[in-house]
């Protein structure tokens, strides 16, 4: 079982950065996947960036729509996620959960075992 809990969500004005936090209970967090969505009022949860850790070799994916503005990094010994968004644009604005899961990485929220419980993040324009 794993227990993640985001934090760092708030309101910030375009153009501006947040950075994510998930924290993660367990201790074979190194073996987890890790990936950040997003779910806007009335939309779907989507894909915004993964991680994945495998004997030192690091992998990412970004959504494109992040791409360039988003990084995501991992620190294992503190079995903690982070997403750093800069050049936050209004359409940002959602819930952005955390997630894990066995195996390499996905883009699809359903092959995610383990989710945390949400942060808001709101860019106003």
């Known amino acids: 079982q794993v227990q993640l809990v985001e934090s760092g969500g708030g309101l910030v004005q375009a153009g501006g950065s947040l950075r994510l936090s998930c924290a993660a209970s367990?201790?074979?967090?190194?073996?987890?996947?890790m990936g950040w969505f997003r779910q806007a009022p009335g939309k779907e949860r989507e894909f915004v960036a993964a991680i994945s850790w495998n004997g030192g070799i690091t992998d990412f994916a970004f959504a494109d729509s992040v791409k360039g503005r988003f990084t995501i990094s991992r620190d294992n010994a503190k079995n903690t996620l982070y997403l750093q968004m800069n050049s936050l644009k209004p359409e940002d604005t959602a819930v952005y959960y955390c997630?894990?899961?066995?195996?390499?990485?996905?883009?699809?929220?359903?092959?995610?075992?383990?989710w945390g419980q949400g942060t808001q993040v709101i860019v106003s324009s």
């Open positions: 367990g201790r074979t967090f190194s073996s987890y996947t």
């Open positions: 997630a894990s899961r066995r195996g390499g990485i996905s883009r699809f929220h359903l092959h995610y075992d383990y």
